[in-house]
């Protein structure tokens, strides 16, 4: 089927800071033509679960405009550019937000946030060995920080507290990984 859908036509309808709005003109395998929305992230994020020494996980609480309410979230990020490593760009959140730095970040998970209409795509590291430092928040990023055990957080997934895609699957793709070690 993927062969007999097309594209014919994309229009930009904004542009934004981080994100470019289309629409887009889609053949459908009957010939008939529709509209179909796209959301073209420009950069690309990273997220990084920070374990503490004692194994708990560190997690930002910050206000999220699109569900206009607090969520409990794992650090991520755009990057800076298309070239950076999205490795560079875990561990500079990490510390942004957090105000802790580690020098052992490992890669658990790629993930591609929202597939029916937008492409973003997310890498996930988990950072161990964290030294604190201090926090490098943007000008508009108010975030809380709250320590958690794994099993507690996956509770509040079970629960709805905690929603944030990118932090359901690092969390839960985070577990597996700790039952298959050990």
Known sequence: MENQIKRVNRTLK?????????????????GKQVEWDLIHHRKGAAAVIPVLGDGKIL???????????MTLEIPAG?????EEETIVCAARELEEETGYRSDELE??????TTVAY?????????AKNLVHTHQHLDPDEF?????????????????????????????????NRLSQIG
């Open 14 to 30: 904004y542009s934004g800071t981080i994100v470019d709005f289309y629409s887009d003109t889609m053949e459908m395998p009957d």
């Open 59 to 69: 997690m930002v609480r910050q206000f999220r405009n699109a569900l206009d309410r």
């Open 78 to 82: 755009a990057r800076d550019t298309t």
């Open 107 to 112: 890669y658990l998970i790629s993930l591609k």
């Open 118 to 126: 937008c492409d973003e795509f997310i890498d996930v590291y988990v």
């Open 143 to 175: 975030v809380e920080l709250e320590v958690f055990e794994l099993d507690t957080l996956c509770e509040l997934i079970y629960d709805g507290t905690i929603q944030d895609a990118k932090t359901v699957a690092a969390l839960m793709a985070y577990k």
